[in-house]
């Protein structure tokens, strides 16, 4: 009996040792997990390239999203009937938008009030027109932040109804006009301000 105890004992190691000694098949050095389909795999890229934009100042991010990355609004920048108007403009299509329009209210509206000014041209093309101005841009993200378009304030009411007639003479010829003169700027400022007292 003791010798039969022995051989198996023997034998339990010996099929113990050929289990660990098993070779990994040549090149191959995946885990098992690894062989597992990770349904998500795009959500987790997408979320793992926007952490360094998630961790970046929002002036910086601004400046980033103005001056590097650029982008066209496709004609998305307004707000009809309390939505966004279109999925392809940058503003709502980018994630480093979503993830800069999400801020802190108060901080972005602070922020992009402060650019109002600001003539300097940006890489965001204003279908079919022209590159916009950083103010221009501020005024359209204002309207993203706010879900309400510039003309939609009491004394610029005119303009929202007004045909087009020329590339100048057009939704974005207008607002730049309007920043251009310092009554009209301060005026439009104090109506987003009032938004964000709200």
Not at 26 to 49: H, I, M, Q
Not at 164 to 190: E, F, H, K, T, Y
């Amino acid at each position: 009996m003791q010798i039969k105890n022995i051989l198996l004992a023997i034998s339990l190691l010996s099929s113990i040792q050929a289990c660990t000694n098993a070779e990994t098949p040549s090149g191959n050095t995946n885990s098992r997990l690894d062989l597992v389909p990770e349904p998500d795999r795009e959500l987790r890229l997408e979320y793992e390239r926007n952490q360094a934009f998630l961790g970046m100042r929002t002036d910086s991010l601004w400046k980033y999203l103005v001056f590097q990355k650029g982008g066209c609004l496709t004609g998305g920048q307004y707000v009809r009937e309390g939505q966004r108007d279109d999925a392809n403009c940058v503003m709502t299509a980018a994630p480093e938008w979503g993830g800069f329009l999400h801020r802190e209210p108060r901080e972005l509206t602070d922020l992009l009030l402060s650019k109002l000014a600001d003539t300097a041209t940006t890489r965001i093309h204003t279908c079919p027109y022209f590159m916009a101005k950083e103010g221009e841009v501020a005024v359209y993200a204002l309207q993203q932040l706010y879900e309400m378009n510039w003309f939609d304030f009491e004394p610029f009411q005119h303009y929202r109804d007004s045909a087009s007639s020329s590339a100048r003479d057009n939704p974005q010829g207008w607002l730049q006009a309007i920043l251009q003169d310092d009554d009209q700027r301060v005026l439009l400022r104090s109506y987003w301000q009032e938004q964000t007292e709200k």
